[in-house]
């Protein structure tokens, strides 16, 4: 029998309550816990209805313990509770950081504060909170090689990238961290890339806009609008809520509004933005099942891949189609080629109308702007390109869907678990299109 890890057991008793429509188990008598709570209302946070839970398909979360309706505040954290570039100018480090050279981004710097108070432990003010964080994350810096192996190469590409700003980014602070040794004399064993790695995810992950001052001594290429907020952190992202959350400046706190009611003993939920799930795998280390904003994206270059599959198609001569690639281009329709469980974007079919025209009706591209149905012709020829286009992005899946079946074990990670859950959306998004196309196809011959 195979070793089961302990994420495995964790999720199938999860599944199992889940099943049997146990509730979700509260986390509000964990230690630490309590000792987050007292913390908060000691510097200022107001009573919620919320508690913290463990939920069996999110993970820790935050459940309502009454009903709340649209427009109700749900948190309200009071400024002496974030953690901003302002807070780190006026702590211990504060002098370190106008001095460091190169420039420091708001990025590192709060980075930079949380391994520094993390490694004062019960001093700092901040260990109620520092305790309750995540002691590693499932963002692209934390996948194995098997895992970074087993994704599409456009994920593949964008999880290198992210690691490169990463190490880049530890890199550059590197040089100036000596200057840290008269507050950390083991600066070397605190300041590592593995506690960067860490404190880097965190910041990405759990970080709320708030616009800092533009310190004069930050680098000005990373906007300065990040907040650490304690508790207010704990929601969870849902694409199908409504909510509203800013810094109020009369009431000098963090609040959220919810624009959509929740049942008394659900998960309450904010909306972190529409990402579709590569961009919250990279971003936030999760995917959303059925997400709405989920797609699959093509390049031009893939789309001539397909259209050139048709020697007879006297649409891929080289002028003919340099021009078309052209105008493309200067149409600003060489992006967001894409479709998704609702079938082809309009990008997608207006980018395949004009590579399928012919020198003549080239000079009047832009009916191609209309419907699809005023060039029945047309849309026709660019349908068959598509069919192929899709066919071909669908085998290729498959076999990456298959591979990673084979080498990821979603029993043991759980980076494991959204890497399939990606493709598989994929998949399906896909075989979803090929499908709606194919019906167009049988209507158009039927008529
Ligand atoms: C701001 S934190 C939310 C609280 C977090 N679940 C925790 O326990 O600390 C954001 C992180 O929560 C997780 N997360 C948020 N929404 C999720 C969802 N709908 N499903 C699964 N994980 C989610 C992801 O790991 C994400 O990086």
Known sequence: MTKRGRSWRDRRRKAKQKEEGVLPASLMSRDDNVELMRWLRKNGFQETH???????DTGRGVMATRNLKAGDCIVSLPENLLITTATVVNSHLGQFIKNWKPPLTPKQVLSLYLIAEKSRGKDSFWYPYLQTLP?????????????????????????????????????????????????????????????????????????????????????????????????????????????????????????????????????VFINYDPYDNVRLLMEYGFVI??????????????????????????????????????????????????????????????????????????????IVLGQTSQNPD????????????????????????????KVLDPGSSLIGVFILMLLREDLHILEHSLKDLKSQTDDSIDK
Request: proline share 5%.
């Open 50 to 56: 919320l508690v913290l839970t463990d939920f069996p």
């Open 289 to 366: 099942p059925h997400n709405p904003h989920s797609v699959v994206t093509f390049t031009v270059d893939d789309l001539v891949a397909c259209l050139a599959a048709d020697r007879n198609d006297m649409s891929t001569s080289k002028n003919l189609l340099q021009k078309k690639r052209e105008l493309l281009s200067q149409e600003n329709l060489t992006e967001d080629l894409s479709c998704s469980a609702e079938g082809l974007s309009w990008r997608l079919q207006t980018a395949l109308q004009v590579l399928c025209m012919d020198h003549d009706s080239i000079c009047n591209w832009w």
């Open 135 to 267: 002691t590693s994350y499932t963002t692209p810096s934390y996948f194995s090689t098997a895992e970074v192996d087993a994704l599409p190469p456009a994920v593949r590409e964008a999880t290198l990238q992210h690691r490169r700003v990463l190490q880049g980014s530890y890199k550059s602070l590197k040089a100036s961290l000596h200057t840290l040794e008269p507050l950390f004399p083991d600066w070397k064993a605190v300041f590592t890339f593995k506690s960067y790695r860490w404190a880097w995810a965190t910041v990405y992950t759990r970080s709320v806009y708030k616009r800092g001052p533009g310190w004069e001594f930050l680098d000005p290429s990373d906007p300065d609008v990040y907040a650490l907020a304690p508790f207010l952190d704990m929601l969870n992202h849902s694409p199908s809520v409504q909510t509203d959350t800013d810094f109020n400046v009369n009431s000098k706190c963090y609040e959220v509004k919810t624009e959509t009611a929740c049942r008394k003993y659900s998960q």
């Open 378 to 405: 047309l849309w026709s020829a660019a349908r068959l390109v598509a069919q192929r286009l899709i066919s071909k992005k669908l085998e290729q899946h498959c076999s990456i869907t298959q591979i990673a079946e």
